[in-house]
């Protein structure tokens, strides 16, 4: 088993909430196992520019998501199996 694991990144924007894909800016990680959510959006954050951004993050599994405060913009990252 290895001890890395990739990550897809997306950053676009919203309409209505909803992802829109307009535009799209996409990144790949290699992450070790056993990182905490908090260091995986960290991670993805810094790759899409958004360090420091402040917003609403959610976890669900394998995928996290993150939309900053006051941008119609959502981020993504999923585990790539």
């Known amino acids: 088993m290895s001890d890395t694991y990739t990550l897809?990144?997306?950053f676009t924007d919203t309409f209505g909430g909803a992802a829109n894909y307009?535009?799209?800016k996409?990144?790949?990680l290699e992450l070790?196992?056993?990182l905490?959510?908090?260091a995986v959006m960290r991670r993805a954050k810094a790759s899409m520019g958004l360090s420091g951004v402040r917003?609403?993050?959610n976890?669900?599994?394998d995928m996290w998501e993150f939309r900053p405060f006051g941008q119609?913009?959502?981020m993504f990252a999923h585990v790539r199996y």
């Open 22 to 24: 307009c535009w799209v």
């Open 59 to 61: 976890c669900h599994g």
């Open 72 to 74: 119609c913009t959502v």
């Open 32 to 34: 070790p196992v056993g």
């Open 8 to 10: 897809d990144v997306e």
């Open 36 to 38: 905490s959510n908090l």
């Open 26 to 28: 996409r990144a790949t």
């Open 55 to 57: 917003g609403q993050s």
